[in-house]
């Protein structure tokens, strides 16, 4: 007891300072940016007279920040010849300026900066392209690089064309533009809406936007006039054209610039890219932990392990998996269970050697998605868990143990196989609506005796997943597995993943009745040296998302075990429960609570006779909370506390404490 408290002084120092600066971290909430509005001011022209065209008046609405939309009202004077451009009464919003771009080029464009809000002012009318130019080229090569990063986050947000403004779905007939934006889709086909079918009008946008929206328009009239459809334009059409180029030409001019700059940065990157069709995904986890008991074999460690996952796609839907992991840690092990490992603990090696821990090939067909994995495989890897903000592929970014990450199912059986799964609609979080088949066997590459593809090692699963919305996930689970005398049931199918090919869930007892502690009981009639063990599992599994913030998952299980050769029978029982809150201060941050029974033997019979076990509950309570310090680099305090280790009460609690940080890229 005397060590149990003298590491708990240890070690509190440095879990409550990072708890306090969490926490001051998380109190302290940015203070938002006010808002002004720039006067209007009066731009007069040599402007062509306007004939009414297909633009319609956005009546008045109260926004938050706002500038003023001009609108050229023709005004002939006595030579009937020159035009007052005059500001309307319309107001847009002004959105906060999201890019280094707009704010490194805001002195040239004419934009003023309010405390982080970028607002547009319209340029005077001898305003010149050689007044322009030279200081929109001051833009830095930063932020050349900052506009291709952004450019390939929001590549799934990419524009598709429509024919047909009935094909905007948040596009209504009552809409004050509905006609303009009519006659533009329609009749000029220049006018993309986003992939969900959505135009989003109601967003503001950039001069910068709005020239690139008008170059489109430019180069679709270009086509038609090729087309010789020489009215299908008319004079009245070319001349507001016209317009809009000389007022909007510097803009038009530095789009240019900007897009070449990018185009010659891009062929640089590509020229010296590591390769075409393959990314690089790492993390990198340092972590400090150690068990607060009586024992006196356990001491303070500090290890790591890292993952290099190198992603192949050759059609832009399939992903070829290729993951080097190497690391330095070893479980704690209470008491001699399983119980308690956490995710850094799983890794092919304790010296840091470098292994092949997985390598398998997904990819879609039909509706359906195919995943092949040749090595390392595991049944988590492609049938959705639904454990939101506990699993992240047992990573450094969400729970800490291994028990908490997914439901002990999942864990029967791994290696190389197939997986199938046949869904219906979307859900990004929890998964869609669908039936998952998969084939894992663990020493398909040895063709020795009860080995290989099908003689050795396997499990099969079967699964149902129903996801009411991305808000509400249910599941069965149904796994059949075998397993060769002396070989963990919970062991990942003794993959590359883990080390030794041991368990990493559960008691001894759970994973193997020959080693359950017993109450005076002889065990030589358990099994049989050379007697091998089928295993039939059965799981339900919950997620309810009730808000962004906050989230309920857990799972039931129950797996039956029978001795090949003889009438031996065990039960086993594990579930958990897990309360989530994400994003809780600070955007990318979790706080995560789960408790439950991690796999345990409940009882065991020979020839029809029960026999006397310990199988009392070991109690799992986990809690931390990941802070995102930088989009790449996180930290995350936390406490695993075991209760009676190995389903026994005469053993002390273990409490494991652990400070992880986790480097992604």
Known sequence: MAKFIWKSLVFSPAVLGAALVVSSAAIAAQTPAAKEVIQPQTVEANLPELQPVAIATAPETPTVSSIPVFSATAEKSESGQKVAATEAPEQLAVAPSQDAATADSAQALGVETIEGTSVPVMPAADSTLAQTMPAANTVGNNSVLEQINRYSQEGNNSQSQVTNVSQLSDVEPTDWAYEALRSLVERYGCIAGYPDGTYRG?????????????????????????????????????????????????????????????????????????????????????????????????????????????????????????????????????????????????????????????????????????????????????????????????GGTAALSLFAQQSPIYRIGGGAGIGIRLGVGRAPILGPTSLTVGYLADNANNPAEKLGLFGGDYSALAQLNFTVSDRLGLAATYVHGYHNRGDGIFDLGGSPRTVGNSPITGTRGANDPTLATGTGARFPLVLARDTAMITNSYGLEAALRLSDRFSLSGFVGKTDISAVKNSTRGDVWYYGLGVAFPDLGKRGNILGIFAGVEPYLAGLEVQGEPVGIKNDLSYHLEGFYKYQLTDNISITPGIIWITAPNQNDDNDDAVIGTLRTTFSF
């Open 202 to 394: 109601n967003r503001a946008m950039s001069r910068y936007e709005f020239a690139a929206g008008l170059n489109a328009c430019l180069l679709q009239i270009e086509k038609l006039i090729a087309a010789s459809t020489a009215d299908f334009v008319t004079k009245e059409d070319l001349s507001t054209l016209q317009r809009l180029i000389d007022e909007f030409g510097a803009e038009l001019a530095t789009l240019r610039t900007r897009v070449d700059n990018l185009e010659g940065r891009t062929t640089f990157l590509e020229n010296h890219q590591f390769s075409t069709t393959t990314k690089l995904v790492g993390e990198a986890i340092f972590a400090v932990t150690d068990e607060f008991s009586d024992r006196e074999d356990t001491n303070t460690i500090f290890g790591d392990r890292v993952r290099l996952d190198f992603q192949t796609s050759f059609t832009g839907r399939d992903t070829l998996h290729t993951r080097l992991a190497a690391g330095n840690t070893t479980p704690f092990r209470p008491e001699g269970s399983f119980e308690g490992a956490q995710t850094f603990d799983l890794n092919p090696g304790g010296n840091n050697d470098i292994f092949l821990d997985w390598l398998a090939y997904e990819f879609p067909f039909g509706s359906s998605k195919v995943y092949l994995a040749a090595a390392g495989g595991i049944h988590a890897d492609y049938v959705p868990v639904l454990n939101p903000y506990f699993y992240d592929g047992d």
